[in-house]
């Protein structure tokens, strides 16, 4: 099983890139939200993935962090709900406003999403109420967005400084990690720094 793959991107579209790792082309279906943050072609990303063996295809699902990856794994066991959709759905609305939609019985924007009638909009309320509570506890939606926005400027200053991307964001994430995500773009550079002087 495919579960993460680091490599360099050769080609994006607006659900689906290509990472070329160890000579090989990795064509991975992304939503959105994935999409938004990878880095420009020519550079290095590290993509969390969900490998689902078809009939007639082998299909690579690539996602940003594990809790987008873990939700689409989720919506995948909802009746009616099939990868297209899920990539719909994780496209098209946040993880912690899908977790707050869920948690507070929000059918009614469950509804307005892509692909989704009244009956499996329901469905998705009824099998996966008992099963998000965790994805929420740590962080409030505004808090998840401002760290995502500090670490990816953190990484692109210190790509301009000479870092190679895939380095400076495994350092952006170990400081965070380290310090619990309490500090601003220029801390975080400050320690990066600190750590890799020579």
Same mark, same amino acid.
């Given at each position: 099983?495919?579960?993460?793959?680091?490599?360099?991107?050769?080609?994006?579209?607006?659900?689906?890139?290509?990472?070329?790792?160890?000579?090989?082309?990795?064509?991975?279906?992304?939503?959105?939200?994935?999409?938004?943050?990878?880095?420009?072609?020519?550079?290095?990303?590290?993509?969390?993935?969900?490998?689902?063996?078809?009939?007639?295809?082998?299909?690579?699902?690539?996602?940003?962090?594990?809790?987008?990856?873990?939700?689409?794994? =989720? $919506?995948?066991?909802?009746? +009616? /709900? #099939? *990868? &297209?959709? !899920?990539?719909? %759905? @994780?496209?098209?609305?946040?993880?912690?406003?899908?977790?707050?939609?869920?948690?507070?019985?929000?059918?009614? =924007? $469950?509804?307005?999403?892509? +692909? /989704? #009638? *009244? &009956?499996? !909009?329901?469905? %998705? @309320?009824?099998?996966?109420?008992?099963?998000?509570?965790?994805?929420?506890?740590?962080?409030?939606?505004?808090?998840?967005?401002?760290?995502?926005?500090?670490?990816?400027?953190?990484?692109?200053?210190?790509?301009?400084?000479?870092?190679?991307?895939?380095?400076?964001?495994?350092?952006?994430?170990?400081?965070?990690?380290?310090?619990?995500?309490?500090?601003?773009?220029?801390?975080?550079?400050?320690?990066?720094?600190?750590?890799?002087?020579?």
């Amino acid at each position: 099983m495919i579960a993460q793959i680091t490599g360099k991107i050769i080609s994006k579209k607006t659900t689906e890139v290509v990472v070329l790792c160890s000579g090989i082309g990795f064509l991975l279906s992304s939503p959105i939200s994935t999409m938004e943050k990878l880095p420009d072609i020519g550079e290095t990303v590290t993509l969390q993935t969900l490998l689902i063996p078809k009939e007639d295809a082998m299909l690579l699902f690539g996602f940003y962090t594990d809790q987008e990856r873990e939700i689409f794994k =989720l $919506l995948m066991t909802v009746s +009616g /709900i #099939g *990868p &297209k959709s !899920a990539l719909g %759905i @994780l496209s098209s609305i946040s993880i912690p406003e899908f977790c707050s939609a869920i948690n507070t019985n929000n059918l009614a =924007l $469950l509804k307005k999403m892509p +692909g /989704i #009638g *009244p &009956k499996t !909009a329901e469905r %998705i @309320l009824v099998e996966l109420r008992d099963k998000l509570p965790n994805f929420e506890q740590s962080e409030s939606a505004g808090d998840h967005e401002d760290i995502l926005s500090i670490a990816q400027d953190a990484v692109n200053a210190l790509v301009t400084l000479g870092f190679l991307r895939a380095k400076a964001d495994k350092e952006v994430r170990q400081v965070l990690k380290e310090n619990d995500n309490n500090l601003t773009i220029e801390q975080i550079i400050s320690i990066v720094l600190q750590k890799n002087k020579h």
